[in-house]
């Protein structure tokens, strides 16, 4: 129930490409749905987020497309840049109570020149 | 402070010592969360403080793992008789829900390694 599922564990895309991050939840009490970006020896940081009463949101290069029928959500990064490449992390919470994050395993990132 | 720090950035220690990991939030949050990442994994929640209370501990791993918060601001990760399982990155975040806030800050977070 409180298991978040990602994938790939790791995704090699050409400079000016598409980044495609795939991630999947099970408890349908989750309404808060962040991506963070983590570079090595940093804490993890905000990259974007979606609450499900939306299907998309579009902050600069960065897209989330959420699904709640099928409990997914995608992370999209348009004309990716050697400076994305990072880990990121997809993760799930309930806006109300704790709202401890559930975390994805992670997607490491690399961008070719 | 601009950020979330987290003290001391590095710690090895010998398997059986008692260590403690220092977080000092955002000014002005008052939710502070403690995360601990394995190699490889994402973070997995250990416990959360709003205010000086623990409101939900139900992420620490056995009564070796304690944490504190007495004054709603610096917190404490104490841990006892260490194990080299325990080696791993220790990360505090904070927030304030009451500002409608939903992200958590992350600091850089504590490399612990048991030897």
């Known amino acids: 129930q409180q298991q978040v599922k990602q994938s790939p564990q790791s995704l090699i895309v050409q400079k000016g490409g598409i980044s495609i991050i795939n991630c999947a939840y099970e408890?349908?009490?989750?309404?808060?749905f962040p991506w963070y970006q983590q570079f090595p020896g940093k804490g993890p940081a905000l990259l974007i987020a979606?609450?499900?009463?939306?299907s998309e949101k579009k902050e600069g290069r960065f897209t989330i497309s959420f699904n709640k029928s099928a409990k997914q959500f995608s992370l999209h990064i348009m004309d990716s840049q050697p400076g994305d490449s990072a880990t990121y992390f997809c993760?799930?919470?309930?806006?109300?109570?704790?709202?401890?994050?559930?975390f994805g395993q992670g997607t490491r990132l690399t961008i070719n020149p | 402070g601009a950020g979330v720090s987290q003290t001391p950035s590095n710690k090895v220690t010998e398997k059986g010592k008692y260590v403690e990991l220092r977080c000092d939030p955002i000014?002005?949050?008052?939710?502070l969360y403690w995360y601990r990442q394995s190699l490889g994994q994402g973070p997995e929640f250990l416990i959360y403080?709003?205010?000086?209370?623990?409101?939900?501990d139900s992420g620490l791993p056995n009564d070796r793992f304690f944490a504190v918060r007495p004054e709603g601001s610096v917190s404490t990760l104490k841990i006892q008789r260490t194990e080299r399982g325990d080696s791993a990155v220790y990360l505090c975040?904070?927030?304030?829900?009451?500002?409608?806030?939903?992200?958590?800050?992350f600091g850089p977070g504590t490399r612990l390694t048991v030897l």
């Open positions: 975040a904070s927030t304030d829900p009451g500002q409608g806030i939903d992200e958590q800050f």
């Open positions: 408890n349908t009490a989750f309404d808060y």
């Open positions: 979606i609450r499900p009463d939306v």
């Open positions: 993760a799930a919470s309930r806006r109300r109570g704790a709202q401890k994050l559930v």
């Open positions: 000014s002005g949050h008052t939710a």
């Open positions: 403080f709003q205010g000086t209370g623990a409101a939900d």
